[in-house]
């Protein structure tokens, strides 16, 4: 598939890219300055511009899936994660259905399925990312959403725990959770479900399988 990555530049968004290249899909990243284009283009990776706070329409010519990857990070302010987190998402699933992409992947936050239960200054975090992962179940496409937990910069081991919903909070690579999405993408199986992730003991190759 033609895989349009939504902020592809970000520590989560570089392993995307590279894990769906892997996985013989082809992966167009969308970055917002065109300084950020080399890197991609040495890959041999299509890029285009956009960015969600204006317009990038243009991004989705052409696309057969879109990965949500996009994120201000639980330590920006309220506003600024609100525009990004919530509302750049919320865009990026309308102009997804006005171009006709059926497949659209989120990649969320553990506890954004209960937002009211996280720590009070990741609150306004969770919320947006809450109201964006909603916004996506109620949008006819088919979706999947990844709850990962803390994310970290370790070398993937290509061994995790997915879950509907767990429990127990975790951390796990940036790197393992790139892969689980590029796996989880084109299964059948994963359709029009929420998942958590976090770092465990069965091979990511052998999800849902």
Same mark, same amino acid.
């Given at each position: *598939?033609?895989? /349009? !990555?939504?902020?592809?530049?970000?520590? !989560?968004?570089?392993?995307?890219?590279?894990?769906?290249?892997?996985?013989?899909?082809?992966?167009? =990243? *969308?970055?917002?300055?065109?300084? @950020?284009?080399?890197?991609?283009?040495?890959?041999?990776?299509?890029?285009?511009?956009?960015?969600?706070?204006?317009?990038?329409?243009?991004?989705?010519?052409?696309?057969? $899936?879109?990965? +949500?990857? $996009?994120?201000?990070?639980?330590?920006?302010?309220?506003?600024?994660?609100?525009?990004?987190?919530?509302?750049? =998402?919320?865009?990026?699933?309308?102009?997804?259905?006005?171009?006709?992409? @059926?497949? +659209?992947? *989120?990649?969320?936050?553990? /506890?954004?399925?209960?937002?009211?239960?996280?720590?009070?200054?990741?609150?306004?975090?969770?919320?947006?990312?809450?109201? =964006? #992962?909603?916004?996506?179940?109620?949008?006819?496409?088919?979706?999947?959403? !990844?709850?990962?937990?803390?994310?970290?910069?370790?070398?993937?081991?290509?061994?995790? *725990?997915? @879950?509907?919903?767990?429990?127990? +909070?975790?951390?796990?690579?940036?790197?393992?959770?790139?892969?689980?999405? =590029?796996?989880?993408?084109?299964?059948?199986?994963?359709?029009?479900?929420? +998942?958590?992730?976090?770092?465990?003991? #069965?091979?990511?190759?052998?999800? /849902?399988?």
């Amino acid at each position: *598939m033609r895989v /349009l !990555v939504i902020g592809a530049n970000g520590k !989560v968004g570089k392993h995307i890219v590279d894990k769906l290249k892997s996985a013989d899909h082809d992966p167009v =990243a *969308m970055v917002r300055d065109p300084d @950020q284009v080399p890197q991609f283009e040495e890959k041999g990776v299509d890029t285009v511009l956009g960015n969600l706070e204006k317009d990038f329409e243009s991004a989705f010519y052409k696309i057969d $899936a879109v990965i +949500f990857a $996009a994120g201000s990070g639980p330590d920006t302010e309220a506003d600024k994660t609100i525009l990004i987190d919530q509302e750049g =998402a919320i865009k990026s699933i309308e102009r997804a259905k006005h171009f006709g992409i @059926q497949r +659209f992947v *989120m990649l969320s936050s553990m /506890l954004a399925d209960r937002p009211e239960s996280g720590p009070s200054g990741m609150k306004h975090y969770l919320y947006a990312k809450h109201r =964006a #992962d909603e916004h996506l179940k109620q949008s006819g496409l088919d979706y999947t959403i !990844v709850r990962p937990g803390g994310l970290t910069n370790e070398p993937g081991t290509g061994r995790v *725990m997915l @879950q509907e919903n767990m429990n127990n +909070f975790g951390e796990i690579p940036r790197e393992d959770v790139a892969e689980t999405i =590029a796996h989880l993408i084109s299964l059948p199986k994963a359709e029009n479900k929420s +998942f958590d992730l976090i770092s465990g003991s #069965d091979p990511i190759k052998e999800l /849902l399988s």
